[in-house]
């Protein structure tokens, strides 16, 4: 529909300058088509005002009866076209197209219909289709840029001018807008982005329940991406298995991992979790938004019971000692840590100890070939060895830091609150 000419928003701007300083200094000025701003003072610099505006006005006005726009109106869409679609342009235009004509309705609404089809053409579409940059920040790539392809908003009217009131017979309360088709855009990134405004995984605050462990899922803590009009990846599902029982724990002893540390193990949480994004592709260093609880004994808070999860480093993946806190409540001890979306994973519960500490803890044995045996240095240690009853026998520092309570006693209530704030930090 259109015809595009190099100079054509050259000569639409300096066309509209000087309709807008001769409407100013003369008074109400019959419809010509041009490109305008809001504006209540003269506008020196057309051109400057018409650099990302955060709105602006095309004006169409064509002969009584004509339904087909000419050269230069087409000039002037094409300019519209270029300031409002521009890919450099940061505003997120919506589009209101407002025809005010005779009492012939049908033509009028016409040429508000040609207008709208050139949009459309020029988008290859149906309806007007907007490229844009958009500014986001994302969990994983920080803050970065991304390309949004979305339907602009638009709406039309048609008007019988001679029905209307005074002041809305003119634009800028100058410019009579009889006979013409006047189309208005305005900067809304709520309406073109959406009104989220952004994704979030989980998208609200959220336990999720084991048979000892509960994890919270604060809004967004797997994966986040704000100021854009995408919609969240489904399917996201997290499961927690938990291994506390200290029977299971002695049949297939390990340390927990570490390439210099003694990091002894009572148990460990393993989270099954579906990500929307691979966490090696991260720049952006993840937050510590999601808490890891568990009910424990007092003796396992009198030993210090601390969680350890991984952490990548340039020599790989180690296991580093969280901030292990007491958690006040009624009737139920809990542990609890922070981690974040990249330790989703295997979450070990101990104790880090020192060389000389190492006979406390476990049986040394002789050979590597003892079931359960496990090295330190050039030494072979066992975690526990059977009792006269049959039952796993254990050293008493090492008993101290499981959970071991009689089944009559034992209690599995979740406890359903959980803050990172409040708590009661488990010193070494």
């Known amino acids: 529909m259109g015809k595009n000419k190099s100079n054509s928003l050259i000569v639409s701007l300096k066309r509209c300058a000087l309709l ?54 087409l000039d002037l869409l094409d300019s519209a076209y270029g300031i409002a679609f521009s890919l450099d342009n940061p ?48 969990s994983c790539q920080g803050d970065t840029t991304e390309v949004l392809r979305f ?29 013409s088709v006047l189309i208005t855009f305005r900067n809304n990134p709520d309406e073109c982005v959406g009104s989220a ?13 084991g048979y000892y462990a509960s994890l919270l899922l604060s809004k967004g803590s797997v994966y986040a991406v704000e100021n854009t009009k995408d919609t969240c990846p489904g399917g996201l599902q997290i499961k927690i298995d938990d291994y506390l029982d200290y029977k299971y724990i002695m049949e ?52 210090k019971l601390k969680f350890f999860a991984k952490v990548r480093t340039s020599r790989g993946m180690e296991y580093k000692q969280l901030p292990t806190r007491k958690v006040p409540g009624k009737g139920v001890l809990a542990l609890q840590a922070p981690v974040n979306v990249t330790q989703l994973d295997t ?23 003892e079931a359960a045996s496990f090295a330190i240095g050039d030494r072979f240690y066992v975690a526990s060895r059977p009792g006269k009853d049959g039952q796993p026998e254990l050293k008493k520092p090492l008993k101290q830091l499981f959970r071991i309570i009689p089944d009559q006693e034992e209690d599995t209530t979740p406890v359903k609150t959980i803050t990172p704030k409040g708590e009661e930090i488990i010193e070494e």
């Not at 602009?152 to 009131?165: G, K």
């Open 151 to 179: 339907e602009v908003p638009v709406s039309t009217a048609v008007y019988r001018y001679a029905e209307l009131p005074e002041t809305r017979r003119l634009l800028n309360k100058s410019v009579d807008l009889k006979g």
């Open 20 to 73: 807008v300083v001769a409407v100013l200094c003369s008074g109400p000025l019959a419809a010509q088509s041009g490109l305008y701003v809001p504006s209540a003072k003269p506008v020196r610099d057309m051109q400057k005002a018409l650099t990302n505006p955060e709105a602006f006005y095309l004006l169409l006005s064509g002969p009584e009866g004509a339904t087909a726009y000419s050269e230069d109106d």
């Open 252 to 303: 297939r002893y390990r340390l927990i991992p570490h390439r210099k540390q003694i990091l002894v193990q009572a148990g460990f949480i393993v989270v099954h979790c579906q990500l929307p994004v691979a966490l090696d592709s991260c720049s952006e260093v993840q937050k510590d938004s999601i808490f890891v609880r568990i009910p424990v004994t007092q003796e396992q808070l009198d030993a």
């Open 347 to 369: 979450i070990y519960l101990g104790k880090r100890i020192q060389d000389k500490e190492v006979s406390k803890y476990f049986y040394e044995v002789s050979s590597p070939t």
């Open 197 to 209: 405004r952004g994704c979030y995984v989980p998208r609200e605050d959220s336990t999720v329940y």
């Open 91 to 138: 505003m997120l235009y919506t589009m209101t197209i407002e025809g005010y004509g005779g009492a012939d309705e049908n033509l009028t609404k016409q040429r508000v219909d040609a207008v709208y089809r050139y949009f459309a053409m020029r988008s290859h579409a149906q309806f007007p289709i907007r490229y844009a940059r958009n500014p986001i920040h994302c």
